[in-house]
């Protein structure tokens, strides 16, 4: 490709509830402000982008993310330099780039590691365990194994809209404690203490709908719940939050609000909006090796609806 132009973008919807493939981008190559508007007006109305073989370096990868918004390392990051280390495959001299793997230190692939390893991964939002999570993602792929480890993503947007009007009502004002202690496959954090009631979970509170600063439309916003005592309704009874929180969860990863991205493919780039989208990882066998760089940018306070 000589360079990038709006004119040569194709937008291909997925033809589910969210996503569209974009061709004719290359993102080792500088992108102009045309393109960059045209790239954004296309997030705005899909919420998931995927682009494919992309063979670019990490410095690269941090440039496209800055084509959204503003890149960050992320937050998991700190509870690792709080002990004088970074996490297991971390590259130096590039904080906004997270390698998620499913290799040990000897560069083995394994089941279980200090992050992600090679299981499932439930539906989450990113790190809306900090008072300002990000607004995207940007995840690409370097090795992948020959089958699974798909990536699923879901709509808010609908699974907000599809709610019975008296519960969009019972939902005006309320906010959720969003768990900070686990990482996204349920592992407790390094050097943070178990919690064992309600009380003890740490974490922000956010809007349980926000309004997308963009697009001005209303999203559930789960963020993440792992196993009890974790995600809270602020102020309700535990018996109430988790009825309702049992309901909306059930809701919200319904698979009417689904794409699915898989498999994964080198080079492959996908860019998703944490404020209206979550999204899950299926487990794979453990086996081969799965190495992936995410990127995260613009970091946001979550406004209520």
């Known amino acids: 490709m000589m360079g990038n132009s709006a004119e040569r973008l194709e937008v291909i919807p997925t033809g589910g509830p969210l996503g569209a493939e974009v061709r004719g981008i290359d993102f080792s190559q500088p992108v102009d402000s045309d393109t960059a508007t045209a790239l954004n007006r296309a997030w705005a109305e899909y919420q998931v982008l995927l682009f494919r073989d992309q063979d670019i370096s990490p410095q690269d990868h941090v440039t496209a993310s800055a084509v959204f918004g503003v ?80 990536t699923s993503f879901n709509n808010q947007y609908l699974a907000y809209e599809s709610l019975p009007g008296d519960v969009k009502a019972r939902l005006q004002g309320l906010y959720t404690k969003q768990d900070s202690s686990r990482n996204s496959a349920g592992v407790l954090r390094q050097g943070v203490k178990k919690p064992e009631t309600l009380e003890d979970v740490p974490g922000p509170d956010h809007p349980l709908v926000r309004v997308h600063p963009v697009t001005g439309r209303k999203a559930l916003y789960l963020g993440r719940r792992r196993v009890f005592p974790s995600q809270y309704v602020i102020g309700w009874s535990r018996e109430e939050s988790e009825a309702l929180l049992d309901f909306l969860w059930d809701h919200a990863t319904q698979d009417r609000f689904k794409w699915t991205h898989g498999p994964w493919r080198p080079g492959d780039m996908v860019l998703w909006d944490n404020r209206c989208v979550m999204h899950h990882r299926d487990a794979h066998a453990g086996t081969h090796r799965r190495i992936m760089h995410r990127t995260q940018l613009g970091k946001e306070v979550p406004v209520a609806a």
Not at 110 to 124: A, C
């Open 71 to 150: 890149p960050s390392a992320g937050a998991n990051r700190a509870y690792y330099e709080r002990q004088g280390r970074l996490p297991v495959d971390a590259i130096p001299d590039v904080p906004e780039i997270t390698v998620i793997s499913n290799l040990d230190h000897d560069g083995n692939p394994v089941m279980e590691n200090e992050g992600l390893g090679s299981g499932e991964v439930v539906w989450h939002s990113d790190n809306s365990y900090v008072e300002t999570p990000p607004a995207g993602s940007f995840l690409r792929a370097l090795e992948v194994p020959p089958e699974g480890g798909n």
